[in-house]
């Protein structure tokens, strides 16, 4: 069966540092992976995805995201983050009926 | 382009009462649709999908019901309401001729449902 992990609750960075959310995934076959946001009272967000090809997959806002696929992972980075950031962050895969395995996501503060 | 409107945005109902949050999706045709719910601002539970019109799926047995009259709207119902039926309600559609295979969703906006 599909499942990704976010193994953090929350992530705490400073304005203009560098952040990361971490994702680890498991799945059969070819593995195809999303990442959302989700800004409070607001719906999900489509980020970016990973199919296939370069490691590295480049989103909206400036979001990029590192898919490894020896440590099973596909952390989403940013290089210098914005207090804008802070949000709820989820990645997702989908299963074989097309419906997507959510991660429990993990809440980005970023500082002032 | 395709949008995703849900509504009411938000919604007070008392326990016992019905429920109709209604999701309709512009810009594309036969999409798959999905209804989820949300609590506490964390974990999203799919509560339903459907393939097409009349085509119901239910993920998880409780007091809801979701009806696909036409292409582009689903509805989530309930005759009753239970407490815990409060949460923050999200529809989300994909469609392979837009994706690929890769199905990823795209989310409407919400409705913030407080059954008191």
């Known amino acids: 069966a599909q499942s990704v992990a976010q193994p953090e609750d929350q992530v705490n960075v400073a304005e203009g540092n560098p952040l990361t959310v971490k994702c680890t995934y498991s799945?059969?076959?070819?593995?195809?992976l999303f990442w959302y946001v989700q800004y409070p009272n607001r719906g999900l967000q489509f980020l970016l995805k990973?199919?296939?090809?370069?490691?590295l997959v480049k989103g909206s806002y400036g979001f990029e995201a590192e898919f490894n696929k020896s440590q099973t992972s596909f952390h989403l980075k940013k290089p210098s983050a914005l207090v804008s950031d802070s949000a709820l962050y989820f990645c997702a895969v989908p299963d074989s009926s097309y419906k997507l395995i959510f991660g429990s996501g993990t809440r980005l503060l970023v500082r002032p | 382009s395709q949008t995703i409107h849900q509504w009411p945005a938000t919604l007070v109902q008392p326990v016992g009462s019905p429920l109709s949050l209604e999701c309709t999706v512009e810009?594309?045709?036969?999409?798959?649709l999905y209804w989820y719910r949300q609590a506490a601002g964390r974990g999203l539970q799919l509560l339903f999908y459907s393939v097409g019109i009349g085509q119901i799926s239910s993920e998880v047995p409780q007091n809801l019901s979701a009806s696909r009259p036409q292409d582009r709207q689903f509805i989530l119902s309930s005759k009753k309401l239970l407490l815990s039926d409060s949460g923050f309600y999200l529809c989300?559609?994909?469609?392979?001729?837009?994706?690929?295979?890769?199905?990823?969703?795209?989310f409407g906006p919400g409705t913030r449902l407080t059954v008191t």
């Open positions: 990973y199919i296939t090809g370069d490691n």
């Open positions: 810009g594309t045709s036969n999409p798959n």
């Open positions: 989300a559609w994909t469609n392979q001729r837009l994706t690929g295979v890769t199905y990823e969703q795209y």
């Open positions: 799945v059969s076959g070819n593995p195809y």
